[in-house]
């Protein structure tokens, strides 16, 4: 499926037809997407995250009793509960989610060609046989950062109130998008030679970004760390090794 999909990309890239180019870029995507809406429930350990949620949403009257189940990740889960209610299909989720990962890993290759030459094809390359699996098992840190990498393209062209916009999307999706956004940020604010080091527009962004981690519950920050010292850490460690596809 990943060299079909790449080979697909390919004919993208060297066609200059707008129609035909849409159409591979289509089949480029679809095989991927469909492979993780039609996989089986061993693959992934993060399939949990939709399987019961979505046996709660069934049984729940309304979001907000559904959204008491949870402490945050409040998109994500609104999500879930919204696709039950509308389509009551794991494979539809499932195929959702990976619609909108790999869209977002499309936008941001022929994005970046634009802006630094690079190869869309060789970056989906890198994408489906490196990033691809883990994807298949931290499903919300995947969504969650491939949100963040649209923003940064968003940031570079100085489409500051979008950048905002996915950021917070992003956080509320899986707040672990938060350790990719903020070194985007500082590395655009401390390094971008074309203009000041901080202008007035650079600390809105970053004030907003900083904002949007408030709605970031304390105790999250510390599970970034606990992975050090808790043993059930550790052993997800070990299963995401054996069930990442």
Known sequence: VFFISIFFLYLFERRQNRRNRFFFLFLAAIGPILLAGLR????????EYVSRPMKWAKGASDINVFLKYFDGEFLFYSFIYLFTKLFNSQAIVLFTIHL?????WLFFLFQSKKIFNIS????????????????????RQSIAVSLTLSSLIFLI????????????????LHTSSIIVAIPILFFYCFFNESQHIINEKKKVVFGLIFFSAAFIPATTYISFFSVYFDQKYSDRIVQYGSNSG
Not at 163 to 172: D, E, G, R
């Open 120 to 139: 869309i094809c060789f970056g989906y390359a890198i994408a489906l046989f490196y990033l691809y699996n883990q994807s298949l098992t931290v499903m």
């Open 40 to 47: 089986a429930d061993s693959v992934g350990m993060d399939i």
């Open 157 to 172: 062209k100085k489409k500051y109130i979008k950048f905002v916009i996915l950021t917070i999307a992003s956080t509320m």
């Open 100 to 104: 909108i990962i790999i869209s977002n």
